[in-house]
């Protein structure tokens, strides 16, 4: 869609029409991710096109201008089998709103050899961290008032080799089985990890390495999160960089508001 003309006008009407017909406030993209150098000249031109559109359209109804934000990866730039992967942050900066920085994920499933800090806000030995990808945007161009911070409310999840070794970065065996809600190998809502603290009498541990949380129970389940002290400290970290804000994927994943509140409170 993105590298032909005529179909990015198409894309474009349709989704302001989307939005205007149902009341939203504006519109968000969330491509994951642009596979080339080409795809991500063709998302730069994807934003030009789409500021002019909603500008047009805002003038023309009277009605207020739709927002324009999108879902990025946590790192402005990355390497797919030895190539660099970089967004087009001139367009960027240029026609977004702001961009909502995917801080999470960094490990999971597809590798089950070892328990991970899927959120770190540090991480010593790597790049792969929210403080890096969140400088990554930053040094690139992209103001800070135009990125929002991202934070999960769901854990990763692994099967311990041993109860040996249950740290961060200790063996694992598998992912961690499919739960309830959550319904995914390897993932574990914020409400089902309070119930396994409780339920299980699983051991919780604060990492301050990382600023992540992480517990393992009897029967070898690990699992790596967010806590309400790693929450506090990202929102600082966050308002120490200036940013815009932050946000939470998803919100349904929280247990009675814990998180929600918690960061709330930490930003205000």
């Given at each position: 869609?993105?590298?032909?003309?005529?179909?990015?006008?198409?894309?474009?009407?349709?989704?302001?029409?989307?939005?205007?017909?149902?009341?939203?406030?504006?519109?968000?993209?969330?491509?994951?991710?642009?596979?080339?150098?080409?795809?991500?000249?063709?998302?730069?031109?994807?934003?030009?096109?789409?500021?002019?559109?909603?500008?047009?359209?805002?003038?023309?109804?009277?009605?207020?201008?739709?927002?324009?934000?999108?879902?990025?990866?946590?790192?402005?730039?990355?390497?797919?089998?030895?190539?660099?992967?970089?967004?087009?942050?001139?367009?960027?900066?240029?026609?977004?709103?702001?961009?909502?920085?995917?801080?999470?994920?960094?490990?999971?499933?597809?590798?089950?050899?070892?328990?991970?800090?899927?959120?770190?806000?540090?991480?010593?030995?790597?790049?792969?961290?929210?403080?890096?990808?969140?400088?990554?945007?930053?040094?690139?161009?992209?103001?800070?008032?135009?990125?929002?911070?991202?934070?999960?409310?769901?854990?990763?999840?692994?099967i311990l080799k041993s109860l040996d070794e249950?740290?961060?970065?200790?063996?694992?065996?598998?992912?961690?089985?499919?739960?309830?809600?959550?319904?995914?190998?390897?993932?574990?809502?914020?409400?089902?990890?309070?119930?396994?603290?409780?339920?299980?009498?699983?051991?919780?541990?604060?990492?301050?390495?990382?600023?992540?949380?992480?517990?393992?129970?009897?029967?070898?389940?690990?699992?790596?999160?967010?806590?309400?002290?790693?929450?506090?400290?990202?929102?600082?970290?966050?308002?120490?960089?200036?940013?815009?804000?932050?946000?939470?994927w998803a919100i349904g994943q929280d247990n009675?508001?814990?998180?929600?509140?918690?960061?709330?409170?930490?930003?205000?």
């Amino acid at each position: 869609m993105a590298s032909n003309a005529s179909h990015r006008k198409v894309f474009i009407n349709s989704s302001i029409a989307v939005a205007r017909k149902y009341g939203f406030h504006g519109l968000d993209l969330d491509w994951e991710f642009p596979q080339d150098a080409a795809e991500m000249e063709y998302l730069g031109t994807l934003f030009d096109d789409w500021r002019h559109a909603i500008d047009l359209e805002a003038t023309a109804s009277g009605r207020p201008r739709l927002l324009l934000t999108a879902a990025v990866y946590f790192a402005q730039y990355f390497f797919v089998w030895g190539k660099k992967r970089a967004y087009p942050v001139t367009s960027i900066a240029r026609n977004l709103d702001w961009v909502n920085v995917m801080c999470y994920d960094y490990h999971g499933s597809w590798d089950i050899s070892a328990t991970g800090a899927h959120a770190a806000l540090y991480d010593p030995t790597s790049n792969i961290s929210t403080s890096f990808g969140i400088g990554s945007w930053l040094h690139s161009g992209v103001p800070p008032n135009k990125v929002a911070m991202g934070m999960p409310l769901y854990g990763r999840s692994w099967i311990l080799k041993s109860l040996d070794e249950t740290e961060i970065g200790a063996p694992a065996v598998a992912a961690g089985p499919k739960q309830t809600l959550s319904n995914e190998k390897g993932v574990m809502f914020f409400s089902e990890i309070r119930e396994l603290i409780n339920q299980k009498n699983a051991t919780e541990v604060f990492d301050k390495e990382t600023v992540s949380a992480y517990s393992y129970s009897s029967d070898l389940l690990w699992v790596g999160y967010d806590n309400q002290e790693s929450v506090a400290t990202k929102v600082s970290f966050a308002k120490e960089m200036h940013l815009l804000g932050y946000f939470f994927w998803a919100i349904g994943q929280d247990n009675n508001w814990m998180l929600s509140a918690q960061a709330s409170d930490s930003w205000n």
